[in-house]
């Protein structure tokens, strides 16, 4: 909070922050409708432009979801709870479920698309093989709710891979980790990446995000016993729809 000698926070702000207060005391539950920008502008004495850009402030942190001729609602989603270290655990992947499975019971749409690429520069290097060598890349479209949550894309050494269900776009129970065991690849250790950013328009085009709310930027290395990198997986989610989870021993 602002001490009261400090600069006074801009009007728009501080209706936003009253109606998030609203939200989050449950005066305004899911699917409720949040007062119009007239109402609002009456309310606090300000311009209808003022309201608006609060209302702004809402859709942008994925607290609301505004519709030509509808106003806004309380956006009705409940976000993913994301286990960063349970849901890689072998017992998950090596007993036929998914990762994903680990995070969530709701049924959830996946898009996947499998083909050869020249691996980019950054990918080469993790993967330790040369620049533009061919491999093989898994990319995902993840659907929840009828909402686009999740763009990943799998890099996997095509002289590894080739001729495995990993280059088909079912790879059965268990994933690509549990092909990998198969050949005897199974992933044996991780190292993840996060960092934050604004998307990029093709990010948020996938997503169905604005341009002005953070993705969340995943990138997980996975090494096999031998600490040989097999897979590069990059991953851009939206940062209003998950809550990234951590829990470990001391």
């Known amino acids: 909070m602002a001490s009261d000698t400090g600069p006074q926070r801009p009007k728009y702000q501080r209706i936003a922050d009253a109606l998030k207060e609203a939200i989050e005391s449950g005066a ?17 004495d300000v311009a209808v432009l003022t309201a608006r850009q609060a209302l702004k402030i809402l859709r942008i942190e994925g607290l609301v979801e505004t519709k030509k001729g509808a106003g806004a609602r ?13 849901r890689l655990a072998r017992e998950q992947w090596g007993t036929g479920r998914s990762i ?3 995070d969530e019971e709701r049924p959830v749409t996946i898009d996947v698309r499998v ?7 950054h990918v080469a290097r993790m993967l330790e093989v040369e620049e533009n060598d061919r491999v093989c890349t898994r990319s995902r479209r993840f659907v929840l709710d009828d909402r686009p949550v999740m763009l990943a894309t799998s890099y996997l050494p095509l002289d ?7 280059m088909r776009v079912d790879t059965g129970e268990g994933g690509a980790y549990a092909r990998l065991a198969e050949i005897g690849h199974a992933p044996a250790h991780f190292r993840e990446e996060i960092r934050c950013r604004l998307p990029v328009a093709e990010e948020a085009e996938g997503l169905g995000m604005p341009l002005e709310r ?13 600490l040989r990198a097999v897979e590069v997986n990059e991953m851009t989610m939206d940062s209003a729809a998950y809550v990234l989870e ?4 001391a």
Do not use: M, N
């Not at 083909?115 to 520069?121: F, H, L, N, R």
């Open 214 to 226: 953070p993705v969340i930027k995943v990138c997980r290395t996975a090494f096999d016993a031998e």
């Open 74 to 86: 309380v956006i009705e989603f409940r976000p993913i709870r994301r286990h960063g270290i349970q």
């Open 100 to 102: 994903w499975s680990a």
């Open 160 to 166: 590894l891979v080739d001729g495995t269900a990993i």
């Open 115 to 121: 083909d050869t690429v020249a691996a980019p520069a």
């Open 246 to 249: 951590y829990k470990f021993d």
């Open 28 to 44: 305004y539950g899911p699917g409720d409708r949040l007062p119009g920008e007239s109402a609002l502008a009456a309310q606090y």
